[in-house]
């Protein structure tokens, strides 16, 4: 069954507006990971944020986690029409690193320019 | 560096066909697996190994068959193909369990009639 579940499923903004995606997930976690899926493409990895962090930065990407209310966020600042994209977290249950990464359904982010 | 390679990019069977979809990575990576994306799903894994001659069912895994004689290939055949197979298959790996991130390839979007 399917661990992760983000919020909302489609976003739309303009260029320049900031995107947030929040993702909930039901057990305890080793780590949390986010990916982007440009139409038609692969999954290409965003960030890995490990049960014990609370926050993690890269470029303008920024994912907070919250283990005590089992959500993430993904905040994208300063939004381009490139951003565009389908984004997914993905959850490792603690003691399972070797076993599966549970996908949640996703966030469909539309920048208009 | 090539990175995870699937083959074939598209594919069309009729019902009862069987085929198989090929994966390789040139990056030595132990872990491998095999994912199903269907619209408002998300991510399923099907089948995934930690290493050559170790494999593992995922959530979806009937109707799927999977072996890794290698470190480079992992291999997911279809013995006989079902309306309900027809999907967007991606092949991903990571270097040792599920603490790094997954390199996913481009997948195989496949239709059964």
């Known amino acids: 069954s399917q661990q992760g579940e983000e919020d909302p499923q489609a976003l739309s903004i303009q260029e320049g507006e900031n995107a947030t995606m929040n993702c909930s997930y039901k057990?305890?976690?080793?780590?949390l990971q986010w990916y982007r899926q440009n139409s038609g493409r692969g999954l290409v990895h965003l960030i890995l944020i490990r049960s014990n962090e609370r926050e993690k930065h890269s470029g303008r990407l920024r994912v907070t986690l919250d283990t005590s209310k089992k959500s993430s966020s993904l905040l994208i600042t300063a939004s381009r029409a490139a951003d565009t994209a389908s984004y997914f977290c993905a959850t490792v249950d603690r003691g399972s690193t070797l076993g599966r990464l549970y996908f949640g359904r996703g966030t469909q982010l539309t920048v208009w320019p | 560096n090539a990175g995870v390679t699937q083959t074939p990019k598209f594919q069309v069977l009729k019902t009862g066909q069987s085929m198989t979809l090929q994966c390789a990575q040139d990056?030595?990576?132990?872990?491998m697996s095999w994912y199903r994306q269907d619209p408002g799903m998300g991510l399923r894994l099907i089948h995934y190994?930690?290493?050559?001659?170790?494999?593992d069912q995922g959530e979806v895994p009937n109707g799927y068959n999977v072996s890794r004689s290698t470190t480079e290939d992992f291999p997911l055949r279809l013995l006989s193909a079902a309306p309900s197979q027809t999907s967007v298959y991606f092949c991903?790996?990571?270097?040792?369990?599920?603490?790094?991130?997954?390199?996913f390839g481009n997948g195989t979007r496949l239709t059964v009639t």
């Open positions: 190994s930690v290493g050559a001659g170790i494999t």
């Open positions: 990056m030595n990576h132990e872990y």
């Open positions: 057990t305890s976690i080793n780590n």
């Open positions: 991903a790996s990571t270097p040792a369990g599920l603490t790094s991130p997954l390199h």
